[in-house]
């Protein structure tokens, strides 16, 4: 693969729209085209070296036997969807702000125990950089709605014989798929 350029097709309000443009092994010109969360894409470098743009928070209760799940309705799915609570950093967050804040937003709970914070992640590698870090820890307190009025949430902490029921016909975020499908079988 050898870079050619990229080109900033569409601004948006969160995300912009790129061609980037290739060559294959076979040296057959391509374009690739993304998104991504940073505005100012120039050159090849910037594709991968920048900052997290987002949190994913793992959270457990305190017994370790059930795991934190937001059943959230996501437009470009047309539905329902479960995945772990989520969301990007804020100007002037760091990235335990933003997990302690985005948990509290979206389900009500408190981050009472960082067991491990692990590194940088792609979220869709397929169109996008947008890059995560995932806080895996333990959460506490009361379930409350969403404190956004644009966000149809519903937090709720699962067993693993429910997260066994769930994957049998529900649609899931990827990565949720897969942690929970290996927790639930553990």
Not at 5 to 21: E, M
Not at 33 to 48: C, G, H, Q, V, Y
Not at 62 to 77: A, D, H, Q, V
Request: charged share 30%.
């Amino acid at each position: 693969m050898e870079f050619q350029n990229i080109k900033k097709v569409n601004q948006g309000k969160f995300i912009t729209r790129y061609d980037v443009t290739y060559k294959t092994i076979e040296d057959t010109e391509k374009v690739y085209e993304m998104i991504s969360r940073n505005p100012e894409i120039t050159e090849f470098k910037d594709l991968a070296d920048h900052p997290v743009d987002s949190v994913v928070l793992i959270m457990h209760d305190r017994t370790g036997e059930k795991i934190l799940i937001n059943k959230e309705f996501r437009m470009p799915c047309g539905g329902f969807v479960y995945n772990f609570p989520a969301g990007l950093i804020d100007p002037g967050e760091d990235y335990m702000q933003s997990a302690k804040r985005e948990l509290w937003e979206e389900t009500g709970l408190q981050i009472v125990e960082v067991k491990d914070v692990l590194y940088d992640s792609f979220s869709a590698i397929g169109f996008s950089n947008e890059k995560n870090v995932c806080v895996v820890g333990v959460a506490d307190g009361e379930f409350s709605p969403s404190t956004s009025a644009v966000e149809e949430i519903e937090a709720k902490w699962y067993t693993k014989e429910e997260v066994r029921e769930l994957l049998k016909d529900n649609y899931f975020a990827a990565r949720t798929q897969a942690y929970v499908y290996l927790w639930s079988r553990s």
